[in-house]
């Protein structure tokens, strides 16, 4: 069984001497990183962190690195709850994201995941929610984020019917709106 450090790093060295594309956006989100596997925060474009040790490891690994938080949000309605399996409260992440700033990483954004099969509308609208209070925070702080990483949880037609997916985008679409900019 290969590790996915050793998977990664794998990947990685691959795409470097295989002519990597900087236009193709890699995400790393292990949660634990260790300090073989740091230094490809450089050629990947972000990294997810959920404390503060590895935000010292990655400072020094890969400064300069884009870094974003997973955040755990409480969203009732999905059939398999993934919302409270990986992240940080949302304060935490206003902390980390502020001391990423410090270290000389780039705070980047955010990220949440609703549930698989989440079929309660309202869910979308209190996650974004809690995203947005993050944002505001650290804009107070002098910190812009520009991603929020919606994580997936969209119901796809297995046993019961579900809404259309146009529905979930539509919510989102008015779901306190935030103002990120495009980024390569």
Known sequence: MISSRRLLKAFVSSLLTGGYSP???????????TACT?????????????????????????????????????????????????GCHPDMAVSLLHQASLLGLEAFGLSFHVGSQ?????????????ARRVFDQLEARGVQLKML???????????????PLEVY??????????????YC
């Open 23 to 33: 236009a193709l956006a890699l995400t790393v989100s292990l949660l634990v990183k």
């Open 38 to 86: 740091l230094p490809y925060a450089y050629v990947v474009h972000r990294v997810c962190t959920y404390s503060e040790p590895e935000l010292q490891k990655l400072a020094v690994a890969a400064p300069g690195a884009r870094v974003f938080c997973r955040i755990l949000v409480d969203c009732p309605g999905a059939e398999w709850p993934l919302s409270r399996k990986f």
């Open 118 to 130: 989440q079929t309660n509308l309202s869910s979308w609208d209190t996650a974004v929610g809690q």
């Open 149 to 163: 990483n919606l994580g997936g949880g969209f119901p796809a037609h297995y046993r019961a019917r579900v809404q």
């Open 169 to 182: 985008v539509q919510i989102l679409r008015i779901a306190r709106p935030l103002s990120l900019v495009p």
